[in-house]
Every structure is written in structure tokens, then in C-alpha cells.
């Protein structure tokens, strides 16, 4: 078909159309809400990060967004169509792929029946390209499926009909990691052609390495939206390093140093400490010492992300 | 069109086929049991001595002939009891079960609507109510010929054919239970005591100055010891039987299309 290649991908929706809107969304289950005053807007091709601890109301969010639970206030629309009218709903379902976490299928059929009866219903035009790729055993019955083979049945399944949005709960959970890479590499491929991905993650390594945002979720609040690199970029680094002797009580104290830790080793002195602030200035520090060993990271963002949703939970 | 029915139909046919071959075992061992009642065995004394409401549950006035005894041990007992409660408790798992286990959520996320997932899967157990009737009649055909006592062909189409609204509103009972509860165990206990109770319900009143209020089950509607032994065929109990179903089913779509999965 014309356009599909990875140099050429096909235009999803108008650019100025966002792919998902979501507007002051709430869900509440009597006095508890689990969802509150969500606003989160996603653009045409973006692959987004919705990150939050369990319970923050990320699955809450995703199934309210298909249609599988209504909202008590506020709206939910996928590629303008408002999810919670279903002839809207269905419109829009044509074009979008749904793996929940856990997906579940009928035990009794194999694999193959249960494509079968999705491409009849939504189409398969990518099914055995996808097939290909994550092998589920097709001509085995479900309820001989180790969890990762559900996973990818669940992904074949997500993408086999080339939907415009594909959302995505917690899709590595249960993989290995040589699946869980496979995955992140099909995702970057799948951002390529265009597609537009949510997913709700607490796994952060992944989410830096694929996603462009990244919107944290908290108690059913959205605390933050940021760009994933944005994010790195203030989480700075952490430097471990060992000098000889013992430095003085001021030594590395610069701007930008903090959470440092020092101890003595030896004849050495090793400290650890995160740095967000001029690299060219810590260097110059170093020329000071007799510098034994040196390691530069970059923070991980789970330490990023417990100062969102780490205080109050301790 | 009707992929999602034609899917449920065919992961039922194992299921269809085990339950034609368990109760055209049972008409066969009833069969075999009858010349002994019809050779030494005084009917007239025995439905004498049983209480008028036992008389009407399992419609033992016509006991002593042939047509009368499977009425009885058959229709009454197999078919308005046991299938029905069956029927009712496998549609009640119908779509309590895919929400329970959380299959209900990859389904929804395909472009049907709530309406149409419903619908499909109750039409899902009609081929396998066909199938049924279709087995046991012809069975039951042979079976009775075989011990010199033979029923007209006829006659066991026609109870046949009119079981067929009977048993679709019991599985629209279950269905209703099934769109409501969020588990199966629960849809199917409710569904089952409802088929069940609705039939000692019916007997109950239909001995009473309230017979009238038995209208409301379904047994009202199906009366095998009428069709087989009076050839009477009551097409409007069959035809109020169709509409129950059909407004059961309407009412489980639409309660399915508003609530949360």
C-alpha cells in the first residue's frame, strides 16, 4: 500500500487535531475519587509516558479513554471522537489498539481463532508481519500460554488491524527482558510510521528510552507533564569518584553539588554526590586532587520521580 | 455480521454435543423402562393417589400411554427442568464471565457495540438448542419404535419445535442475570433459582384460586402432556414465550450498553 514505509509514513490525523484529549476528568467511586480533574492532551505521533505508582489511577484513566467505564465528569475524546457516545466510540476504535495489563483470552481457543475472529471484525492487514516478530504459538490453545505468550498475542492482536492510536497498560510487565527490548525497539519502529502510543509504565528505564513525555500520575492527579529529556536533563548526574588522601572539609563543594556522601577507604577518599550544575566547573575542581577513579551517570529517574510520588507514601 | 455469534457457536458445539448425547441416553433408558409400566404397573391408581398439584408438575394424567409417559419423564422432567435450568445457567456465564476474568475488556476494545456483543452471544446458544431438540427427537423417534410403542413423528416435532420458545426464554433469564452481576457464580445461582422457583412457582398457584398468577413462568406457556397426548398446539404461548425472549434480550443490551465493565 502506498505510503507505509518507514521513510514515508502515513499522515494519522491532522496535525492540529491532538490524538487523545482528555478534559477535566473525573471518576469518582463515592467519596473516593480516582480520578480528579485529569487534563492531558496527546499529540498525533507522540509516544507518551503515564507513569504513577499503583493505585494513582493510570488503568482508571486508560479504561474511562476506551469506553469501558464512563466518566462521572468530564470528557474523553480519541482522534476527536468523544469516547463516551458509543457511535462516536466505535468510530474511533476502528483506528485504535488496546492492550490492557493482564489481557485475557478465551482459554479454550487457540490463538489463530481468537485473530481470526479480530481480523473479521477490525481487520489484519499487519497481522502476520507482527506475527513474524513476536511469534506467539498461534496453533496452541490459550490455556497452554506462559504469560509472555499472552503479552504477545495481546501485542499481535494491538497492532495487527495498523490502528492510528494504540494504548498500551503496563505492556512490559511479565517479559523478559530480551522481549521487553524487542518490545521498546518495535515501539521506536511503531514512532516511525506515525503512530501514536499511550502507555502506563512503572518500569522508568523503559519510559525514558522510548517515550517523548512523560505525565506522572499521583492519587488520581496529574502532578506533572514534561518532556522526557527535560526531565534528565534537571536530574543531572551522579558522579562517584575516589582521590588520594584525605581532601578537605570543602572539597567539590560547588554549585550544583548536592546529596553528597564522603567516606575513607584506605589511603583514599571516595564520594559520592549528584551534580546538576556546569560540567566545565567540576572539572576544573578536579585538577585539585589526585583523582583516583571517577564514574559519571546519568541519575535514574526513579529518583527523579520519588520526589512526585515518594514523600507522603513513606 | 454475527462473527462474534458465529465464534460463540462454535466453542459450544463440544458442550451442544455432549448435552444431545446425555438426553438422548435419557429417553433411551426411558423408553426402555416403559413396557414394564405399561404391561405391570396400574397407572390409574397410582395418579389417583398422588396429590393434584404433583399431578399437574409433571402432567401425570395421561401417564399410561407411551405419548403421556415421555410427556412426563422427558418433557416435564428433562426438558422444563433440566434443560431449562441448564440453559439458563450457561447463558448466565455468558457475559458475567468475560467481565469476571477480564476478557471483556480485548472484546470491547473491537468496534462492536455493547448491543451487539450481548445479542451475538446469546444467539451464540441457539444452534446448540437446535441441535439438542434435533438429536432427542429423532432418538426418542427410534427409541419408541424400537420397543413396539412408537410416537408419531408428528407429534414429536411439534413438542419439539414448541420447546424451542421455552427453552430460548430460559436462556434470555439467564442472559439477564448475566448483564447484571459482575461475577458468573453469581448470575448462575440467581438464573438457576429463578427458572427453577418460576416452575414449583407455577405449579403451586395452578392449583389454586390464584392459578393467574403463574402466568408470569414460562412452564405456563409449554404444556408437553397437551401437545403429546391431546395434539393440542397452543401457538400463542409459544408466540408470548418468542416475545419474552425478545424483550429480555433488548433489555440486557440496553442495561449493558450504560454500565461500567
Known amino acids: ?314 | 455480521m454475527l462473527e462474534l455469534a458465529r465464534y460463540g457457536a462454535r466453542k459450544r458445539v463440544r458442550g451442544a454435543l455432549a448435552l444431545s448425547v446425555g438426553l438422548s441416553a435419557f429417553s433411551v433408558l426411558y423408553a426402555a423402562f416403559y413396557p414394564s409400566i405399561a404391561t405391570g404397573f396400574d397407572v390409574a391408581e397410582y395418579v389417583d393417589a398422588l396429590p393434584p398439584v404433583f399431578v399437574e408438575a409433571f402432567g401425570l394424567r395421561a401417564f399410561g400411554t407411551i405419548e403421556g409417559f415421555l410427556a412426563t419423564e422427558l418433557y416435564h422432567f428433562a426438558w422444563i427442568i433440566l434443560l431449562g435450568v441448564y440453559l439458563a445457567y450457561s447463558a448466565a456465564g455468558l457475559v458475567a464471565g468475560d467481565v469476571e476474568s477480564e476478557r471483556m475488556d480485548i472484546l470491547l476494545a473491537l468496534p462492536v457495540s455493547r448491543g451487539r456483543v450481548v445479542t451475538e452471544k446469546y444467539l451464540a446458544v441457539v444452534p446448540e438448542i437446535l441441535l439438542v431438540n434435533a438429536v432427542v427427537a429423532a432418538v426418542t423417534w427410534l427409541a419408541t419404535h424400537a420397543i413396539g410403542y412408537p410416537v408419531a413423528a408428528t407429534d414429536l416435532i411439534a413438542v419439539h419445535l414448541l420447546s424451542i420458545p421455552y427453552l430460548l426464554t430460559c436462556a434470555a433469564i439467564g442472559l439477564a442475570f448475566s448483564v447484571a452481576a459482575s461475577r458468573a457464580s453469581v448470575a448462575q445461582r440467581g438464573a438457576m433459582a429463578t427458572v427453577f422457583g418460576l416452575f414449583l412457582f407455577e405449579t403451586v398457584v395452578s392449583a389454586t384460586d390464584y392459578a393467574w398468577l403463574g402466568a408470569v413462568a414460562p412452564m405456563r406457556y409449554f404444556d408437553p402432556t397437551a401437545i403429546l397426548t391431546e395434539n393440542t398446539y397452543d401457538f400463542l404461548a409459544a408466540a408470548i414465550l418468542l416475545a419474552a425472549t425478545v424483550v429480555l434480550v433488548a433489555a440486557s443490551a440496553q442495561y449493558f450498553r450504560r454500565r461500567d465493565v
Not at chain 1, 481470526?116 to 497452554?144: A, C, M, N, Q, Y
Not at chain 1, 521506536?188 to 512523560?214: A, Y
Not at chain 1, 572539609?249 to 553539588?257: H, K, Q, S, T, W
Not at chain 1, 564522603?262 to 550544575?277: I, Q
Open chain 1, 1 to 314: 500500500m502506498a505510503g507505509r514505509d518507514n521513510l514515508h509514513p502515513r499522515v494519522r490525523c491532522p496535525p492540529s487535531m491532538a490524538a487523545i484529549e482528555i478534559d477535566r476528568l473525573t471518576k469518582r467511586y463515592g467519596d473516593l475519587a480516582a480520578v480528579s480533574d485529569l487534563t492531558l492532551s496527546i499529540e498525533s505521533g507522540e509516544v507518551f509516558g503515564y507513569l504513577g505508582p499503583n493505585g494513582a489511577g493510570k488503568t482508571t484513566t486508560i479504561r474511562i479513554l476506551l469506553g469501558l467505564q464512563s466518566p462521572t465528569t468530564g470528557t474523553a475524546s480519541v482522534l476527536g471522537h468523544d469516547m463516551t457516545v458509543e457511535s462516536q466510540r466505535l468510530d474511533a476504535l476502528e483506528r485504535v489498539g488496546y492492550l490492557p495489563s493482564n489481557p485475557r483470552f478465551d482459554e479454550q481457543s487457540t490463538g489463530r481463532e481468537v485473530l481470526d475472529l479480530h481480523e473479521s471484525i477490525k481487520g489484519g492487514e499487519r497481522r502476520d508481519e507482527l506475527l513474524d516478530l513476536f511469534t506467539p504459538p498461534v496453533e496452541r490453545e490459550i490455556r497452554e500460554y506462559s504469560t509472555g505468550n499472552v503479552q504477545k498475542l495481546g501485542l499481535v492482536q494491538a497492532f495487527m488491524h495498523d490502528p492510528d492510536v494504540v494504548v498500551m497498560d503496563e505492556p512490559t510487565s511479565g517479559l523478559d527482558p530480551l522481549l521487553q527490548e524487542r518490545f521498546n525497539e518495535f515501539v521506536r519502529d511503531e514512532r516511525e510510521r506515525g503512530t501514536t502510543m499511550l502507555f502506563s509504565s512503572h518500569v522508568l528505564s523503559e519510559v525514558r528510552r522510548v517515550c517523548d513525555r512523560v505525565g506522572v500520575l499521583r492519587e488520581g492527579e496529574l502532578v506533572t507533564v514534561e518532556d522526557v529529556h527535560d526531565l534528565l536533563d534537571r536530574s543531572g548526574k551522579h558522579i562517584r569518584l575516589r582521590v588520594a588522601g584525605d581532601p578537605p572539609e570543602n572539597a567539590f563543594d560547588l554549585d550544583g553539588v548536592s546529596d553528597v556522601s564522603r567516606w575513607r577507604d584506605g589511603g583514599e577518599t571516595a564520594f559520592s554526590f549528584t551534580f546538576t550544575g556546569d560540567v566545565n566547573d567540576l572539572v576544573a575542581e578536579f585538577e585539585a586532587y589526585d583523582l583516583r577513579e571517577l564514574d559519571v551517570e546519568e541519575a535514574p529517574l526513579e529518583d527523579v520521580f520519588l520526589t512526585f510520588y515518594g514523600e507522603s507514601d513513606a
